[in-house]
């Protein structure tokens, strides 16, 4: 008995108890929304904000934020996706990927550890520069991954869930492991959010999410 409260004493075991509960009653709402393929469709359209939120975990744990996480991530995309464009190879493409977003955030460290400057400010002008470069490199036009990276989308374990799901979920276990928890309770804030948010966004057929179009999909996240 006292065993059985000290499992609902830990708050991540509340987490997922309060994400299926909403789930639940989402799912009474609209019948749809516990349907198989549309779980997956919500985990593989959250996936990218999943990873990113493993890195955003590590710099909450130390005391400190990034502001800067999302417009990286974008300028990122846009080097790898004009490089591909221009018909260089994936693993450069994803290499000069890598590169900006540590140089990026390298500036950041250096003009935070140099200027003493609260993280708060100096990645919120940061964002808006990376933002400005990736408008400034895009120059307006729609950039494509020329359907090199669709392999995370359609390489699927057990013929239903997506590799790019199954790499947020390795992440997220891998930080488990390391005695992270904040990682968990970010990830679930991300997943319950996706509940709350499925009853104001079930009633249009077609719904177009950055996380698709980085692979190149518009998802309709109803059927």
Not at 44 to 56: D, F, K, N
Not at 96 to 124: E, H, Q, W
Not at 160 to 171: E, G, Q, S, Y
Request: proline fraction near 3%.
């Amino acid at each position: 008995m006292n065993k059985g409260r000290g499992i609902f004493r830990d708050q991540r075991v509340l987490l997922c108890v309060v994400i299926v509960i909403l789930a639940v009653a989402v799912g009474i709402i609209n019948p749809r929304f516990v349907r198989l393929n549309n779980i997956v469709a919500i985990l593989q359209q959250i996936s990218v904000l999943g990873v990113l939120t493993m890195a955003m975990s590590m710099l909450l744990i130390s005391g400190g934020i990034d502001l800067s996480i999302g417009n990286m991530m974008t300028l990122s995309s846009v080097v790898v996706a004009t490089l591909l464009m221009r018909g260089a190879n994936l693993f450069v493409a994803v290499l000069a990927g890598f590169g900006v977003a540590i140089l990026g955030g390298l500036l950041n460290g250096f003009i935070i550890a140099k200027s003493r400057t609260m993280p708060l400010i100096i990645t919120l002008g940061t964002g808006q520069m990376f933002n400005g470069i990736s408008l400034l490199i895009a120059g307006g036009s729609f950039l494509q991954f020329q359907n090199k990276l669709d392999f995370l989308r359609t390489i699927k374990l057990f013929d239903f869930l997506p590799l790019m799901v199954i790499f947020m979920l390795a992440i997220v276990l891998l930080s488990e492991q390391h005695e992270l928890s904040l990682p968990f309770y970010l990830g679930g804030a991300i997943i319950l959010g996706a509940v709350l948010a499925y009853p104001l966004v079930a009633r249009p057929r077609h719904i177009t999410h950055p996380e698709a179009l980085a692979v190149g999909e518009a998802r309709d996240v109803t059927d």
